[in-house]
């Protein structure tokens, strides 16, 4: 299996064949200028070797601006690559914050939920002792009705007796 080359390689690849344009320009012009400095032993031919020269400097002058200005577009291809790349990752960290976030709020809400139900015992538990105290009152009442009833029972019996 074969992997695809990442971009990184190919931008490697490139520089290594710019740098091979470059050296072989290098050698042209070290051969260019031993032939001229050869040619200009003979004064008619050392003007036309001049103008060959210089079109032939111009020429290379060319060829270098082009190949750095080939250099530049893809060092700026590759920055642009890199900026894309940290976008990317900082979308990533905003979304892993939102979500933090949302689940940061659910588990708020369910501490709320659990919070409300606390309450909601305790306001069962507050009903029921109001209850109960009712019902102590109630019972306390009936005794004392008892007792009122055993009260007057007993007039009556006094009563009786003084007949």
């Known amino acids: 299996m074969q992997t695809a080359p990442t971009k ?3 931008y490697a690849k490139k520089q290594k064949k710019l740098k091979k344009r470059q050296k072989t320009q290098n050698k042209n012009r070290i051969s260019n200028k031993i032939r001229n400095t050869s040619n ?21 002058k060319q060829q270098q601006q082009q190949q750095q200005q080939q250099q530049q577009q893809q060092q700026q ?8 790349q940290q976008q990317q990752q900082q979308q990533q960290q905003q979304q892993q914050q939102q979500q ?3 689940q940061h709020q659910h588990k708020q809400q369910k501490q709320q939920q659990q919070q409300q ?3 909601q015992q305790q306001q ?7 209850q109960h ?21 007993q007039q009556q019996q006094t009563t ?4």
């Open 124 to 130: 069962h538990q507050q009903q029921q002792q109001q």
């Open 160 to 163: 009786t007796i003084f007949e």
């Open 100 to 102: 933090q976030h949302k």
């Open 133 to 153: 105290q009712q019902q102590q009152q109630q019972q306390q009442q009936q005794q004392q009705q008892q007792q009122q009833q055993q009260q007057q029972q």
């Open 117 to 119: 139900q606390q309450q």
């Open 77 to 84: 291809q590759h920055q642009q690559q890199q900026q894309k």
């Open 40 to 60: 200009s032993s003979s004064s008619n031919s050392s003007n036309s070797n001049s103008n060959t020269s210089n079109s032939s400097n111009n020429s290379s």
């Open 8 to 10: 990184e390689d190919e």
